[in-house]
């Protein structure tokens, strides 16, 4: 059974997902935002999504965190590494709430949680799967300082494989 870790920026806390993060999260994957990660998703399927993010921490060690402002104790979205049979590497994944977009949470939160990745977890490698259209994620990812890797395997042959390690 892996411990789920609570990581701090300096205006960040990433934590465990608890119930109270599910209204937020099923409204988020019900739109289209969630399109870049197959969505948008009924609340069945988003409940199943919710519940696969939470079991991969005793499962494979990783799993997602969600993103709370360390002022407000707000809820900003998630961040998460994913792996098992549905991904064939270590796979760094983020989203944001609307009301967190442009604001730099996103690379916050994944500059954070990468760092523990690689130091603390000791992962071998780590990637991010991006839908081709997701500017904004691919901008991301390269801020990371993730290169595109055009050989990776993927789950879906169309997203694009940036490579942080």
Known sequence: MADIPTLRTERLILRPMTMVDWPAYVDFMQTERSAGMGGPFDKKRAWALFCHDMA????????????????????????????????????????????????????????????????????????SYVDEDNLRSCHLAERLGAVLDKDAERPNPEDLVYRHF
């Open 56 to 127: 991969q921490w005793p499962l494979m060690g990783n799993g997602a965190l969600m993103i709370e402002e360390n002022a407000s104790g707000s809820c900003l979205g998630q961040v998460g590494i994913n792996h098992g049979p549905l991904f064939p590497e270590h796979e760094l994944g983020w989203f944001v709430y609307p009301e967190a977009e442009g604001k730099g949470v996103a690379y916050e939160a994944a500059q954070r949680f990468l760092g523990w990745a690689r130091n603390e977890r000791g992962l071998p490698s780590l990637v």
